[in-house]
């Protein structure tokens, strides 16, 4: 069986099909060069993909499926619904001394997923007396997944709102209520961070914002006729690494060949492969070939393209293979006769894609393609892997150090009470994801993250019919997303600063984590500019008529 699958993990695709079809793993093939989108809902196999196989062997002809929009409202999981509760109790002089959360998540009747929404809790803040419980609601209609930030995402909207609702009720400037309980370690797990810079990120953000400015009085700030609103969130997300695999070939044709199992599904997996590559072997981007999306070629991450794993997973398995074909690219220069007399390996290195003496200048060296055409060889290759924390995230190995990535957002809105009339007019986000390795994917991700964030502040909701669980709004103009219109401009800040713990580029995830917090900073950014503090999303014109400011 061949499938062409929309999936965000091709390794899990290929195990799972050939699981459910009785037939062993290395009898199916998974391809999947690109995808468009995937948000967490594509990790997974759903019916379609083994209805799809199971016509095929009927048919014994290939078949191809397209699932319509109203189905996927039904056949490919959401995001379940949530209800939480928060209780804070702190000092006068705003130092947290307890955090409950309490929450319950949605799900079918046959079903088991929870949205893990207490995850970033324990970590976020320091307190003494901490307490996270969860239940499960089943109720008639389909199946909850993963989305992107799962947990997080509508965890810290609680979390990030109720302490806003704290510092208005201290009388503090919600950052400084933050900075003031600014944990030294991870305090659930009783670890170190392996770097943690939120600090930076709510001071570095709250400068670039102009929060100095604020006036914490309830519409007191305007412009051009204009109340204004602003707010402030922070967030967290855990950082991974999964086993993974990659193979680097050099070729007589004078290029270099990355292959892996992995998936780009629109994040910009290519490029990072090329540049990682690069950087590991000295080789020019635009002599590198990248393959990805196949189930043939080596293995990609089990957990696929989720978690916000795959550049800290890919890059360990990158360098480890770009070492192992420098050291056979050596082999093979040191055995072929009239290269390097009488060289031994040991005697040889490798530099910017040029074999050369261990004691001489790189310049002085062999390219690579000139070592191959000596030696009558097409290709040199290695492979490399990852390995992965899976043990780790199962519980079965206990972690040195906590790995987390964070983040500030501040927000300003604009509500103009005549018409009942609110905008989003600028954001400005601060990130301490480790080393960037492209700034312009990497930014691209917080953005796209963001006008997620904003879909799920003021626009996003399912309806269902009470008779049925069916959704009623399963299309795409009843079902409101944010568009190009109400997104504003919006600035990222990436500080930089390299964990080393994860990889030896000092490389953690991003994709997910400029989901995390937004929405209660939009939120916050409304009360101030309203008085009406919302506790349930979307936000609706119906909550803003209540406004106290006119």
Same mark, same amino acid.
């Given at each position: 069986?061949?499938?062409?699958?929309?999936?965000?993990?091709?390794?899990?695709?290929?195990?799972?099909?050939?699981?459910?079809?009785?037939?062993?793993?290395?009898?199916?093939?998974?391809?999947?060069?690109?995808?468009?989108?995937?948000?967490?809902?594509?990790?997974?196999?759903?019916?379609?993909?083994?209805?799809?196989?199971?016509?095929?062997?009927?048919?014994?002809?290939?078949?191809?499926?397209?699932?319509?929009?109203?189905?996927?409202?039904?056949? /490919?999981?959401?995001?379940?619904?949530?209800?939480?509760?928060?209780?804070?109790?702190?000092?006068?002089?705003?130092?947290?001394?307890?955090?409950?959360?309490?929450?319950?998540?949605?799900?079918?009747?046959?079903?088991?997923?929870?949205?893990?929404?207490?995850?970033?809790?324990?970590?976020?803040?320091?307190?003494?007396?901490?307490?996270?419980?969860?239940?499960?609601?089943?109720?008639?209609?389909?199946?909850?997944?993963?989305?992107?930030?799962?947990?997080?995402?509508?965890?810290?909207?609680?979390?990030?709102?109720?302490?806003?609702?704290?510092?208005?009720?201290?009388?503090?400037?919600?950052?400084?209520?933050?900075?003031?309980?600014?944990?030294?370690?991870?305090?659930?797990?009783?670890?170190?961070?392996?770097?943690?810079?939120?600090?930076?990120?709510?001071?570095?953000?709250?400068?670039?914002?102009?929060?100095?400015?604020?006036?914490?009085?309830?519409? #007191?700030?305007?412009?051009?006729?204009?109340?204004?609103?602003?707010?402030?969130?922070?967030?967290?997300?855990?950082?991974?690494?999964?086993?993974?695999? =990659?193979?680097?070939?050099?070729?007589?044709?004078?290029?270099?060949?990355?292959?892996?199992?992995?998936?780009?599904?629109?994040?910009?997996?290519?490029?990072?492969?090329?540049?990682?590559?690069?950087? =590991?072997?000295?080789?020019?981007?635009?002599?590198?070939?990248? /393959?990805?999306?196949?189930?043939?070629?080596?293995?990609?991450?089990? #957990? $696929?393209? $989720?978690?916000?794993?795959?550049?800290?997973?890919?890059?360990?398995?990158?360098?480890?293979?770009?070492?192992?074909?420098?050291?056979?690219?050596?082999?093979?220069?040191?055995?072929?006769?009239?290269?390097?007399?009488?060289?031994?390996?040991?005697?040889?290195?490798?530099?910017?894609?040029?074999?050369?003496?261990?004691?001489?200048?790189?310049?002085?060296?062999?390219?690579?393609?000139?070592?191959?055409?000596?030696?009558?060889?097409?290709?040199?290759? $290695?492979?490399?892997?990852?390995?992965?924390?899976?043990?780790?995230?199962?519980?079965?190995?206990?972690?040195?150090?906590?790995?987390?990535?964070?983040?500030?957002?501040?927000?300003?809105?604009?509500?103009?009470?005549?018409? =009942?009339?609110?905008?989003?007019?600028?954001?400005?986000?601060?990130?301490?994801?480790?080393?960037?390795?492209?700034?312009?994917?990497?930014?691209?991700?917080?953005?796209?993250?963001?006008?997620?964030?904003? $879909?799920?502040?003021?626009?996003?909701?399912?309806?269902?019919?009470?008779?049925?669980?069916?959704?009623?709004?399963?299309?795409?103009?009843?079902?409101?997303?944010?568009?190009?219109?109400?997104?504003?401009?919006?600035?990222?800040?990436?500080?930089?600063?390299?964990?080393?713990?994860?990889?030896?580029?000092?490389?953690?995830?991003?994709?997910?984590?400029?989901?995390?917090?937004?929405?209660?900073?939009?939120?916050?950014?409304?009360?101030?500019?309203?008085?009406?503090?919302?506790?349930?999303?979307?936000?609706?014109?119906?909550?803003?008529?209540?406004?106290?400011? /006119?």
């Amino acid at each position: 069986m061949t499938f062409y699958e929309s999936t965000q993990a091709v390794d899990n695709q290929q195990t799972t099909m050939a699981q459910m079809l009785g037939i062993p793993r290395e009898n199916v093939r998974v391809v999947m060069r690109f995808l468009g989108s995937g948000f967490g809902c594509k990790l997974t196999p759903w019916t379609h993909c083994l209805l799809a196989a199971a016509a095929a062997k009927h048919l014994n002809r290939p078949v191809k499926v397209v699932i319509s929009r109203k189905m996927m409202f039904q056949t /490919v999981g959401h995001r379940p619904r949530t209800q939480q509760r928060i209780r804070l109790g702190a000092t006068a002089e705003g130092r947290l001394t307890a955090i409950q959360h309490d929450y319950l998540s949605t799900n079918s009747i046959l079903d088991d997923f929870k949205e893990i929404c207490g995850e970033a809790t324990p970590s976020m803040y320091s307190t003494p007396n901490l307490r996270v419980s969860s239940g499960i609601a089943r109720r008639n209609f389909g199946v909850a997944t993963s989305m992107r930030c799962s947990g997080a995402a509508p965890g810290l909207y609680a979390l990030e709102s109720a302490i806003d609702e704290l510092a208005i009720q201290l009388s503090i400037d919600p950052v400084e209520l933050r900075l003031r309980n600014e944990p030294m370690l991870d305090e659930s797990q009783n670890l170190p961070f392996s770097s943690r810079h939120l600090k930076e990120c709510l001071t570095v953000g709250a400068d670039r914002f102009g929060w100095s400015r604020r006036d914490p009085s309830v519409g #007191s700030m305007r412009r051009d006729g204009l109340i204004l609103g602003w707010g402030v969130a922070a967030a967290s997300w855990h950082a991974n690494i999964f086993d993974c695999e =990659a193979a680097i070939e050099y070729r007589a044709d004078g290029r270099l060949r990355v292959t892996s199992g992995a998936q780009d599904i629109g994040t910009g997996t290519y490029t990072v492969f090329a540049q990682v590559a690069s950087e =590991a072997t000295g080789v020019p981007r635009d002599r590198i070939d990248v /393959v990805l999306g196949d189930s043939s070629l080596p293995k990609g991450p089990v #957990s $696929g393209s $989720g978690g916000s794993a795959m550049t800290a997973s890919l890059i360990p398995a990158v360098m480890d293979a770009a070492r192992n074909a420098q050291q056979r690219m050596l082999i093979v220069a040191a055995a072929t006769p009239g290269l390097f007399k009488g060289a031994k390996t040991s005697d040889l290195a490798m530099t910017a894609g040029s074999v050369h003496h261990r004691d001489q200048p790189a310049s002085s060296g062999v390219p690579f393609d000139k070592v191959l055409a000596a030696a009558r060889t097409s290709s040199v290759s $290695g492979q490399g892997r990852s390995e992965g924390h899976d043990e780790v995230m199962l519980g079965t190995t206990k972690p040195s150090v906590s790995l987390q990535s964070f983040l500030a957002h501040f927000v300003e809105v604009t509500w103009q009470p005549e018409i =009942a009339r609110l905008r989003l007019s600028r954001i400005v986000t601060t990130v301490d994801a480790g080393r960037i390795v492209n700034e312009l994917t990497a930014r691209n991700q917080i953005e796209g993250a963001v006008v997620m964030g904003i $879909g799920m502040a003021l626009f996003e909701e399912v309806m269902y019919d009470p008779r049925s669980g069916a959704p009623i709004n399963s299309n795409l103009a009843d079902y409101i997303l944010a568009t190009h219109a109400d997104a504003p401009p919006h600035e990222v800040v990436f500080l930089q600063h390299p964990d080393l713990h994860l990889n030896e580029l000092g490389a953690r995830g991003i994709g997910e984590i400029g989901l995390a917090g937004i929405a209660a900073a939009i939120t916050s950014a409304i009360h101030h500019a309203t008085g009406v503090r919302v506790r349930e999303l979307p936000v609706r014109v119906e909550d803003l008529l209540r406004s106290e400011v /006119v």
